[in-house]
């Protein structure tokens, strides 16, 4: 987020002994809801692991916000200025029993005055799996990390170009859980689709895919086994199989005498 909106002018507001409560007593700016998953995971709990679960269900948040200054530390010699901040709390209204409440408390350097700049930053904060999981891909999907070159103006184009292979394997993999029922030649090449469903299921394809289908079915060409229980395919599963995937289209285009189309 932008260091310069951190530096904006700081006239009229409060520097609160403690953050939680001074935005626990700020008013509420509105409500959003939405949905969440069964999930089995564990916490720690005086040291010790303890086994939780999510239940499903509806949640509803109310959504509290406040800008505050965040006093300078002391160093000798020098005065440090302080920092405007965003606070925005999310908390879980009437959560079910036995449940833990839902709730964030979120630092930004953008501005929260109103509601839909509240809910922005929530949103920017929802979406941290999936730069993580774009950040993954890139970094040990692509090795970007493991490139030799040495000047700027050659490492450059190098990260975007891996930036946007990146970009791609997660555009398909979300694509593929959130609109399985489109047709696959939305985002493969005819080449694509056919040489993988040729390859995975050994017969030719009568009819075309959907994506939701063809996503498994390239998946599985870099280990997604499909069983009940393994829900969707996942980042590696997805890098490893488009590679595999374009060696194939490749090996098509050329037995079928199309390669001097490309």
Not at 157 to 163: E, F, G, K, R, S
């Amino acid at each position: 987020m932008p260091f310069e909106k951190s530096q904006a002018k700081t006239e009229g507001l409060k520097q609160p002994d403690k953050l939680r409560a001074a935005v626990e007593q700020s008013p509420l700016l509105g409500t959003i809801d939405f949905y969440v998953t069964k999930q089995v995971g564990n916490k720690k709990v005086r040291g010790n692991r303890v086994k939780t679960f999510r239940q499903p269900r509806r949640v509803v948040q109310e959504i509290r916000a406040i800008e505050v200054v965040l006093k300078a530390p002391w160093r000798r010699g020098q005065k440090l200025e302080t920092i405007k901040i965003g606070v925005v709390l999310a908390r879980e209204v009437d959560p079910p029993a036995g449940q833990d409440r839902i709730e964030w408390v979120l630092l930004t350097s953008l501005p929260v005055n109103n509601f839909e700049a509240a809910q922005e930053v929530i949103e920017l904060y929802l979406a941290r799996w999936e730069i993580e999981v774009f950040h993954r891909v890139l970094k040990t999907g692509c090795r970007v990390e493991e490139l030799q070159l040495k000047a700027a103006d050659r490492i450059k184009p190098a990260i975007v170009l891996y930036m946007i292979v990146a970009w791609r394997v997660v555009y398909v993999m979300k694509m593929g859980r959130e609109c399985p029922n489109l047709p696959c030649d939305v985002i493969f090449d005819e080449a694509e689709w056919r040489a993988v469903y040729h390859i995975v299921k050994r017969r030719k394809a009568i009819e075309k895919p959907t994506l939701g289908e063809m996503v498994k079915l390239v998946a599985s060409l870099g280990g997604f086994h499909g069983r009940k229980g393994d829900g969707q395919p996942g980042a590696q599963s997805m890098w490893q199989g488009i590679m595999r995937a374009r060696d194939f289209a490749l090996a098509w285009l050329v037995f079928t005498g199309r390669m001097q189309e490309v």
